[in-house]
């Protein structure tokens, strides 16, 4: 066999497995765990070749030719996937922003990682990909690819109105998760800032913010600990519940 019939033999093959890379390059793009900053660039490049080789077998020739078309599509598709995932944890990063509003956390190690969280933020995420990882994070995405191509076949974008209510009723659920999560230190907040004002009326003399800071302090990580098993437990489900209908409306 000559290098030409070889090069023709593999150039059908390797058209659709380039296809596929371009969904599955943008969703690693926005993988939280895997494909954030943190992570080297070669290890989400062997991710991403690791994942277009294991999904071509299983797509069994759906993946068309490369085209001019699909070079659009596929990556739009692909974030769509990714930024569904990601989302998930902004609920995260929103509820600890809230936190640490609340009870007077400060950020920790803000210059070490891409995106600066506030020191129950860290602990919650570290917690959070440690669950995600445990669900099977791999399996979980090829699933969810291959229900993709499914779903929203390769060159074909989904309508622009479906688009718009997809993406702003998950927009909507991670905000409404964000805030669940965060309302009992939104509570406690009040509750300690309204008592300190109460004392500050009756005892103008007395300097209240001088045992206000560390009472609200210790009372705020005391809650941490004690709230942050129910917290995770809470956005696990909400995880679930979202992988178990990925394209559908959130109820």
Do not use: C, H
Not at 72 to 100: C, H, K, N, Q
Not at 162 to 189: C, H, I, K, N
Request: glycine share 8%; no cysteine.
């Amino acid at each position: 066999m000559t290098a030409a019939e070889l090069a023709q033999l593999w150039q059908a093959p390797l058209a659709e497995a380039g296809v596929v890379f371009l969904r599955i390059g943008a969703v690693i793009a926005l993988l939280p765990g895997l494909g954030d900053l943190r992570v080297p660039a070669r290890v989400r490049l062997g991710l991403a070749l690791a994942l277009t080789a294991l999904l071509v077998p299983l797509l069994a020739g759906e993946a068309p030719a490369a085209g001019p078309r699909l070079f659009l599509t596929e990556p739009v598709i692909g974030l769509m996937i990714g930024l569904f995932l990601r989302l998930l944890f902004i609920a995260l990063d929103l509820a600890s922003a809230i936190m640490a509003q609340a009870i007077s956390l400060a950020q920790l190690f803000p210059a070490a990682v891409p995106d600066p969280l506030p020191a129950n933020g860290q602990i919650l995420y570290a917690a959070a990909l440690a669950l995600l990882m445990q669900t099977g994070v791999t399996e979980r995405l090829v699933e969810l690819l291959l229900l993709s191509y499914r779903l929203l076949p390769p060159g074909q974008l989904p309508a622009a109105g479906e688009s718009l209510g997809w993406a702003v009723a998950q927009v909507a659920r991670a905000t409404a998760l964000g805030f669940s999560l965060a309302a009992p230190f939104l509570v406690t907040g009040m509750v300690l800032n309204l008592a300190l004002g109460l004392m500050n009326r009756a005892m103008p003399q007395l300097m209240v913010m001088l045992i206000g800071a560390p009472a609200l302090a210790g009372v705020a990580l005391l809650l941490l600990a004690l709230a942050a098993p129910l917290v995770l437990q809470v956005w696990q489900a909400a995880l679930a519940g979202a992988l178990a209908d990925p394209f559908g409306l959130p109820k």
